[in-house]
């Protein structure tokens, strides 16, 4: 079983739309990645956050450290938002060297 | 600020061929790691180093080495390439204070590897 879980591994959106990603995981963690990869394209951090909410112009991310579980949302949508989204964490108490990586979701946002 | 810097952008290998990739980052990162990506799995950690002067395995460091040059460079070498290191390979750095860190990672935009 994967530590960290994505859903949904597919979206697809008109533009517009409020759009809502998940992930959920399983160790305990110090902080959480939302990463943005675009097609044929490198990966760029979005937000890193340990606790609470982040705000970036339309996308914000949100984390519940009891509930092992963050959100990735974005608000009126873009075609130009299209692209992979994925979800690390950097575990505790061990290493804090590593980082595990879900398997990402592809968001389409159709103009 | 050039960030991470990875080259080649695409290489395609024959079987048995040994090629290095080369990872420059101009943050002063302590910490340097070598991913690759493959369809429908994760990004895999191969290896890292935490320091200059240090390396370590990642999850999937078979048929791989790696070099930490100096505090900016960390390369990966593939010996003798094999089909099933067809992948995208990613590096990314990060700055490390005695383990612990507030600070993101920055990824290069990756290597196209194809290994015939």
């Known amino acids: 079983k994967n530590e960290v879980e994505q859903s949904p591994q597919n979206l697809t959106a008109q533009e517009g739309e409020f759009i809502t990603i998940n992930c959920s995981y399983s160790?305990?963690?110090?902080?959480l990645h939302w990463l943005q990869q675009h097609p044929g394209g490198g990966i760029v951090s979005l937000f890193m956050?340990?606790?609470g909410k982040k705000k970036h112009g339309r996308l914000i991310a949100t984390i519940n450290i009891q509930e092992k579980h963050s959100s990735l949302h974005i608000t009126a949508s873009h075609p130009r938002d299209s692209a992979v989204y994925i979800c690390a964490v950097w575990h505790s108490g061990g290493s804090n060297y590593k980082l595990t990586f879900g398997k990402g979701t592809l968001l389409t946002v159709n103009p | 600020n050039a960030g991470v810097t990875q080259t080649p952008k695409f290489q395609v290998l024959k079987t048995g061929q040994s090629m290095t990739l080369q990872c420059a980052q101009d943050m002063n990162h302590n910490s340097m790691y070598w991913y690759r990506q493959d369809p429908g799995m994760g990004l895999r950690l191969i290896y890292y180093s935490a320091s200059e002067g240090t390396t370590d395995k990642g999850e999937v460091p078979n048929g791989y080495n790696v070099s930490r040059l100096n505090k900016r460079e960390f390369s990966l070498r593939l010996e003798s390439a094999a089909p099933s290191q067809t992948s995208v390979y990613f590096c990314?750095?990060?700055?490390?204070?005695?383990?612990?860190?507030?600070?993101?990672?920055?990824f290069g935009d990756g290597t196209r590897l194809s290994i015939l």
């Open positions: 956050l340990s606790s």
């Open positions: 160790v305990g963690i110090s902080a």
């Open positions: 990314a750095s990060r700055y490390l204070f005695a383990g612990v860190s507030n600070q993101p990672q920055h």
